[in-house]
């Protein structure tokens, strides 16, 4: 099926008795977690950029792949890949050494700038300064970054087409194959198809990963084997009864068809046999008010791009309102009301929780065009947390090392502009010189000290890429844009069970650099 379809609604669930909690007298919460109300592993906290009130939230939406379900890279990037190699080769006429090729899924990360003219690949501050950059993958030396990003006057916007943005999981297979298809030919020249630049092997492999999505191969394999490609959350279901047990709508809104989709929440929402496998029928549509498949985000988000919404009949995945295959008109309206079954209008919703892991196509779009309220899932985050504490003394001493490097920076500028003054004696001048000489050299033992550990808590991170938020001391542009366009963030979508339905997110205060100094210890 290639038309946006939309199941049919499932029953109401059976009545959720959920943990109850009072404190200092005010009106009980409930969590679906039994450390719901305690104090939070920091991993699985939830991280607040803009105010939202729970309470003002009727409805609650759901993106599925990478959302709701979580793939292990190490078998489905890795599936995902070697799909992608065999497309390049029989299909679009790559040479067959590729298929000897192997993908290491820990080299690249999210935030990532393809360059596909120059074939590099760039990370970036939230002032779109490029600060760490690699040609296929031999790292681009200072002054070659320099003379192809640095120009201040033109600044480029690193957007499409020249560029491509790695802001999905998905796209991680993607971004090393390129890598490597750059270094391949940069090496061996005659061994790719005539015309083959770095932009032409980029588009062939975005081809080549369309066409293995377009046949079915990766999701035939997730189908069969759900457990060795998807992560199981058991937080999943209680999470959602709690919602919706709170009095919120829940919908899902997945690009994936219905079949697939029948799958996966399945095997995240099923219940299970004794020997740990799952049935698939269609109990887990009772934890959602509306389900969209097919959706083709982002454009599913804009009303003038959405195309006719059909509603699919879940054991046959027919779809219902078609005449002889022609379609008819569409269910409805659906922006931004909720169907609900068993009533003969629309619900309007006034405010809503979007939940994804794309910042375009979950994330900015339902946000600017439908006024939706959004949560982004980052599955890296939760790693990351926990290493930032344990780094807390390395970034302690980073700082202290760079406080010392500017005031002994700022010494020499002072000594060196009194030696312009008028009336100072040779033998002053004399002290003086001596004393920048002296206080050069501390600065050059400072400045490689800081170096040294700058790259020592990058690499901690990663080895190449460092910390996914930061560059430098930069917040990186991937972090610029969780920032501007989620509202909550975190690491796993079941965190939300930890907290209350009712809860009122606020935001840590904002401060700037003026005010560090001055604030109370």
Request: aromatic share 10%; with cysteine; charged share 25%.
């Amino acid at each position: 099926m290639d038309k946006d379809q939309v199941t049919g609604i499932g029953d109401k669930i059976s009545h959720f008795q959920p943990m109850t909690l009072t404190d200092g007298g005010q009106e009980p919460c409930i969590w679906s977690s039994p450390g719901g109300g305690h104090k939070i592993d920091m991993g699985k906290q939830i991280f607040c950029n803009r105010s939202l009130n729970m309470k003002n939230i009727v409805a609650v939406g759901f993106d599925m792949d990478y959302t709701l379900a979580q793939y292990k890279p190490e078998t489905f990037e890795t599936l995902a890949y070697n799909g992608t190699i065999r497309k390049l080769v029989y299909d679009l006429g790559y040479p067959e050494e590729l298929l000897e090729w192997s993908f290491d899924w820990r080299y690249m990360v999210r935030g990532l700038v393809l360059d596909k003219k120059r074939g590099n690949i760039l990370k970036m501050d939230r002032h779109k300064y490029v600060k760490v950059a690699y040609h296929g993958f031999r790292e681009m030396s200072k002054e070659d970054k320099v003379d192809a990003y640095g120009n201040t006057l033109i600044r480029d916007a690193f957007d499409e087409p020249d560029y491509a943005l790695i802001d999905t999981l998905f796209s991680l297979a993607e971004a090393f194959l390129f890598a490597q298809l750059v270094d391949f030919i940069d090496n061996n020249p005659g061994k790719v198809p005539k015309g083959a630049d770095y932009a032409r092997m980029y588009k062939d492999v975005r081809a080549a990963v369309d066409l293995c999505h377009r046949d079915g191969t990766l999701k035939q394999m997730v189908a069969k084997n759900p457990k060795r490609y998807i992560n199981e959350d058991t937080s999943i279901v209680p999470m959602l009864k709690m919602l919706r047990d709170s009095g919120r709508s829940t919908f899902l809104v997945t690009n994936s068809l219905w079949d697939y989709t029948n799958i996966v929440m399945n095997f995240l929402c099923g219940s299970r046999t004794l020997d740990g496998s799952s049935t698939c029928n269609f109990d887990w549509l009772k934890y959602f008010d509306v389900v969209i498949t097919g959706s083709a985000k982002p454009g599913f988000f804009h009303e003038d791009s959405r195309a006719n919404l059909f509603e699919v009949e879940p054991e046959s995945g027919m779809l219902l309102n078609t005449d002889n295959g022609t379609p008819m008109p569409q269910v409805g309206s659906f922006s931004p009301n909720l169907l609900l079954k068993g009533e003969n209008k629309t619900c309007r919703v006034f405010q809503v929780l979007y939940v994804g892991d794309h910042i375009y196509g979950d994330i900015l779009r339902s946000k600017k065009v439908l006024g939706w309220r959004t949560m982004l899932v980052v599955p890296e985050l939760e790693s990351e947390v926990k290493l930032l504490w344990g780094l807390r003394d390395m970034r302690k001493q980073l700082r202290i090392l760079r406080n010392k490097r500017d005031l002994i920076e700022d010494q020499v500028h002072h000594l060196k502009w009194s030696l312009k003054f008028d009336g100072i004696t040779d033998d002053e001048k004399q002290n003086i010189s001596c004393k920048i000489d002296e206080l050069e050299s501390q600065r050059d033992q400072v400045r490689l000290t800081h170096q040294g550990a700058q790259l020592k808590c990058h690499q901690k991170f990663h080895n190449i890429w460092g910390q996914l938020m930061k560059t430098g001391y930069q917040n990186s542009r991937f972090a610029h844009q969780v920032e501007r366009f989620a509202c909550l963030y975190t690491s796993q979508v079941s965190n939300l069970s930890m907290y209350s339905p009712d809860k009122y997110y606020r935001p840590s205060e904002d401060f700037m650099p003026h005010e560090f100094d001055i604030l109370p210890i």
